[in-house]
Each structure stands twice: as structure tokens, then as C-alpha cells.
């Protein structure tokens, strides 16, 4: 069966996938959305609490409905949501997920992977990074069509920082949080402007009292996230969107080049990692992979992150091993 251009599956009615189903209704972005849960009476509560939504005015006339993995055999994009997230009071750190998120989402891609390889699949379930390089490679699934949503949400609050501090919109700022979806991203500041302007003018362009703060602009950046988790119990919002971003660049195919998880092959030399790097992202998915030009500093930050990486990846692989055995 071919791909349905328009159709949505969300796998997990949690938090996450709650709010991407009424991110994607409130944006337009589809036709056709079908959530996948464990638990059926949850995903038909979330579905028909949004469902309700389409009969107010500018909201369009989606199909919205529960389920089952067969429904991914003709989608256009899935989501995964599914799995535990960090809590307040428990680590912060995502990675502490990986033992549990290991074993949920490789049964998860069995299931999708006995009905299609053409869709285009988007990981939120963390820690992503590894999750999305594990099940490419193991279940061979095109890299063009599988990434995560990597640092596009931190490079939004990069920018809205770096905006706020300098008095613009964050729209205006142009710089990316690459690497990892976690705490060995980095900023590449020798590519960082606001229209044009590098951060090393930004002082005397925009009338700041002091030059900004790398250090402190990139620490708030990794910390923001898990801040959120302790004040109000989850991240849902932010993440919702960033999700349906990419889910619109696939719809409609933009060609717009966001920083997204991707498996590396042979950029900066690597390609046994998947971490964020610009990408442009059309119909069918990741089109091109763009290597910035880095300066020293920039270069080691990411072989601290690759090699942060590849030691999660090699833990993944044995839980791998076991489940297997």
C-alpha cells in the first residue's frame, strides 16, 4: 500500500503525545491523525477531548481516531512518544531512561517495521539520540527517514535567550544548539548572528551593557528543560511543537533546514552516532545534511559529544544483547 500523503499515527498518549495531537490540529498540518497507545481507553479519551476542537471555527475538519499499528502501514509521518520521561525528584538526566526506553521502543519498531520502512518516523522518546541510531541500524530503516527532534527545541530557547537579551524577536536569531539532546550539547558561536551581526559585535550593535555570555547563554540552554520538569511536573508544550514543526516540513515539503537527530554517515568524519545537526527536511524526510564550518572550539565540542555519545550507544547495544538472549 502507498504512503497516505496527510496521515498522522502518534504512538503513546502520554503528556507528549496528547499535546502533539492538538499542536498538529491547532496548526492545520493534516487530514488524517490516528493515536496508538497501550492503553486504548487512554488514547480514545485523548482523541475524542481533541477531537472536539475541529468544530470551532479556522480549526480544520481532521479525522481524528484510535488506532492500531497496522495503521502505519500507508502513514506519511509517525511520532513516537511512547515510554517514561524524566520526573521530578528522579534524575534529571535523560539518559537515565535508557534501560526502560530501550526495551518500549525496540518493541514498538518491531511492530511499525512488519508494516512499512517508507514512513517518515520522528523520535521524542528520550534518550533520543541513541534510541534513534539503535533502531535505524537495527532494524534497517532508511536514515533519510528517521530522526529525532534533536536540539530544534533547544535551539528555540537559545534563540528566544539570545533575542530577549538583545531586544529582538527570537525569529531573528540565527544560531543552532547541535550535538546531543542533552548535556553534551554545544553551540557553534562562530556561525551565531542576529541579521547578519556575529555575537562578538552584538555589545556595541544592540546597546548591551556587556557582551553576552556564552557560558552562562549555553548552560541555561541544558538546564531550562529539566527546570521545567521540577516547577510543573512535565515538558509537553515546547517539545508538541517542535515536533509539529518538523511534521510540517515533511507535509508540505518545505525544505527548511532544521537541527534534528540524524545518523551520521561520514560527517565530520563520523558515522557511528546520531546527533543534531542542520539537516533540510522535505516530503520525504532528511534531503541533506549541512556541515558547518567550525572553529577549534567548536571542534572539540563535538568530539566530546561524539564520544559522550557512542559510550550510551555501546550501553544500548548490550541491553540489546540481553533482551535478545
Known amino acids: 500500500m502507498s504512503?497516505?500523503?496527510?496521515?498522522?499515527?502518534?504512538?503513546?498518549?502520554?503528556?507528549?503525545?496528547?499535546?502533539?495531537?492538538?499542536a498538529a490540529l491547532r496548526m492545520n498540518l493534516l487530514t488524517d491523525i490516528v493515536m496508538v497507545n497501550r492503553n486504548r481507553d487512554k488514547a480514545l479519551g485523548a482523541v475524542?477531548?481533541?477531537?472536539?476542537t475541529t468544530a470551532f471555527e479556522y480549526?480544520?475538519?481532521?479525522?481524528?481516531r484510535v488506532g492500531d499499528y497496522e495503521d502505519c502501514r500507508d502513514a506519511h509521518v509517525i511520532v513516537i512518544t511512547a515510554g517514561p520521561s524524566i520526573?521530578?525528584?528522579g534524575s534529571q538526566d535523560r539518559n537515565s531512561?535508557?534501560?526502560?526506553?530501550?526495551?518500549?521502543?525496540?518493541g514498538i519498531f518491531a511492530k511499525i517495521t512488519h508494516f512499512t520502512k517508507e514512513a517518515v518516523i520522528i523520535m521524542i522518546s528520550n534518550p533520543l539520540d541513541v534510541l534513534t541510531y539503535v533502531?535505524?541500524?537495527k532494524y534497517h530503516y532508511p536514515v533519510s527517514r528517521i530522526f529525532g527532534t534533536g536540539t530544534l527545541l533547544d535551539t528555540a530557547r537559545f534563540n528566544r535567550m539570545l533575542g530577549d537579551l538583545c531586544g529582538v524577536d527570537a525569529k531573528n536569531v540565527t544560531g543552532f544548539v547541535l550535538?546531543?539532546?542533552?548535556?553534551?550539547?554545544f553551540i557553534p558561536w562562530n556561525t551565531v548572528n542576529i541579521v547578519g551581526v556575529p555575537v562578538e559585535e552584538m555589545e556595541k550593535k544592540f546597546g548591551l551593557v556587556a557582551a553576552p555570555d556564552r557560558e552562562k547563554l549555553l548552560h541555561d540552554t541544558k538546564v531550562i528543560g529539566p527546570n521545567i520538569v521540577q516547577l510543573k511536573g512535565y515538558t509537553s508544550a515546547g517539545v508538541a511543537v517542535a515536533a509539529c514543526r518538523l511534521i510540517g516540513a515533511v507535509v508540505r515539503n518545505e525544505h527548511s533546514v532544521v537541527p534534528i537527530s540524524t545518523v551520521m554517515t561520514g560527517q565530520y568524519g563520523i558515522s557511528d552516532v546520531a546527533m543534531s545537526l542542520p539537516c533540510v527536511v522535505g516530503r520525504d524526510g532528511i534531503e541533506q545534511t549541512i556541515e558547518l564550518t567550525l572553529d577549534e572550539q567548536g571542534k572539540r565540542d563535538l568530539e566530546i559529544c561524539h564520544r559522550h555519545l557512542r559510550e550510551l550507544i555501546d550501553e544500548a547495544q548490550k541491553i540489546e544483547k540481553k533482551l535478545a538472549d
Open 179 to 185: 550535538g546531543e539532546h542533552g548535556a553534551t550539547s
Open 97 to 106: 531512561l535508557l534501560q526502560a526506553n530501550v526495551e518500549i521502543i525496540d
Open 3 to 22: 504512503v497516505t500523503y496527510g496521515k498522522l499515527v502518534i504512538i503513546g498518549a502520554g503528556k507528549v503525545g496528547d499535546a502533539v495531537l492538538n
Open 87 to 89: 520526573v521530578p525528584g
Open 135 to 137: 533502531m535505524a541500524k
Open 48 to 52: 475524542l477531548d481533541a477531537s472536539h
Open 59 to 64: 480549526s480544520t475538519n481532521a479525522s481524528v
